[in-house]
């Protein structure tokens, strides 16, 4: 096997190995042999996302989650837990990196091109504290957020941190920085998590879609976040590794 055969890799189980070496290749990654192969792992990965999103959704109405679009006013405007792309986003993109001087992360780009937008944010009757539902923008906010930059953008937001998800006052949006790598660290205002954008995706899923219950050596992702275990074995059955 070549060692560039990402995505056969990938498929065959190396997850966290292959997006490693991707990231690990920096702006080279951009250029064959590895660009189409990169391309893959990465459209991959994100119709897991979707995958697992699909899957998600009826699991948490069926133990009486309460999505925020089907309760007006319970967390502020909220779209539909997916919203799926319309098959403009390859063009889109490429107008937002010319008009706003950016590159966007690869992992990015496949998000938006494959998986659309997700807001699982809501309220189950039963659950106490923070759950930090995951909850990733569109393109159409992305682009919307880059309108007010004065320069090339400098952060590309992905969501609101988890205490503004339920509607407290926090920290600021979650971001990353533009770039031509594979995938980057997601960043917050005042500090920086310890995982990539795929990983923060991937730790989402192994807690059945709650992102920040997973814990850091960061403040920002710590005890107060709670997941009854009974309800993150059932939605996490079976999702697709990623």
Same mark, same amino acid.
């Given at each position: 096997?070549?060692?560039?055969?990402?995505?056969?890799?990938?498929?065959?189980?190396?997850?966290?190995?292959?997006?490693?070496?991707?990231?690990?290749?920096?702006?080279?990654?951009?250029?064959?042999?590895?660009?189409?192969?990169?391309?893959?792992?990465?459209?991959e990965t994100m119709r897991r996302v979707r995958?697992?999103?699909?899957?998600?959704?009826?699991?948490?109405?069926?133990?009486?989650?309460?999505?925020?679009?089907?309760?007006?006013?319970?967390?502020?405007?909220?779209?539909?837990?997916?919203?799926?792309?319309?098959?403009?986003?390859?063009? +889109?993109?490429? #107008?937002?990196?010319?008009?706003? /001087?950016?590159?966007?992360?690869?992992?990015? !780009? %496949?998000?938006?091109?494959? &998986?659309?937008?997700?807001?699982?944010?809501?309220?189950?009757?039963?659950?106490?504290?923070?759950?930090?539902?995951?909850?990733?923008?569109?393109?159409?906010?992305?682009?919307n957020d880059a309108s007010g930059w004065d320069?090339?953008?400098?952060?590309?937001?992905?969501?609101?941190?988890? +205490?503004?998800? #339920?509607?407290?006052?926090?920290? /600021?949006?979650?971001?990353?920085?533009?770039? !031509? %790598?594979?995938?980057?660290? &997601?960043?917050?205002?005042?500090?920086?998590?310890?995982?990539?954008?795929?990983?923060?995706?991937?730790?989402?899923?192994?807690?059945?879609?709650?992102?920040?219950?997973?814990?850091?050596?960061?403040?920002?992702?710590?005890?107060?976040?709670?997941?009854?275990?009974?309800?993150?074995?059932?939605?996490?059955?079976?999702?697709?590794?990623?």
């Amino acid at each position: 096997m070549a060692a560039t055969d990402f995505i056969e890799r990938y498929a065959g189980g190396e997850y966290q190995q292959v997006w490693q070496e991707l990231i690990a290749l920096g702006d080279r990654v951009r250029e064959e042999p590895y660009w189409s192969e990169a391309r893959a792992v990465a459209n991959e990965t994100m119709r897991r996302v979707r995958e697992n999103v699909g899957r998600l959704i009826p699991r948490l109405e069926h133990i009486g989650y309460r999505f925020a679009r089907d309760r007006p006013g319970l967390i502020g405007d909220s779209q539909p837990p997916h919203v799926p792309p319309d098959g403009n986003e390859p063009e +889109l993109i490429d #107008d937002y990196e010319r008009r706003f /001087g950016v590159t966007v992360p690869l992992s990015l !780009r %496949a998000f938006y091109e494959v &998986v659309g937008a997700v807001d699982l944010r809501g309220r189950h009757p039963d659950w106490r504290g923070q759950q930090d539902p995951l909850q990733i923008y569109g393109l159409d906010m992305t682009r919307n957020d880059a309108s007010g930059w004065d320069g090339p953008v400098e952060k590309i937001f992905l969501c609101p941190c988890p +205490l503004m998800k #339920d509607g407290y006052s926090g920290v /600021g949006p979650l971001y990353l920085e533009p770039g !031509r %790598a594979a995938d980057g660290p &997601v960043g917050f205002e005042g500090g920086s998590m310890s995982f990539t954008f795929v990983e923060y995706l991937r730790n989402a899923f192994r807690w059945g879609g709650f992102a920040g219950c997973v814990q850091t050596e960061d403040e920002f992702a710590s005890d107060w976040l709670e997941l009854p275990s009974t309800a993150r074995s059932q939605l996490a059955a079976d999702l697709m590794p990623l």
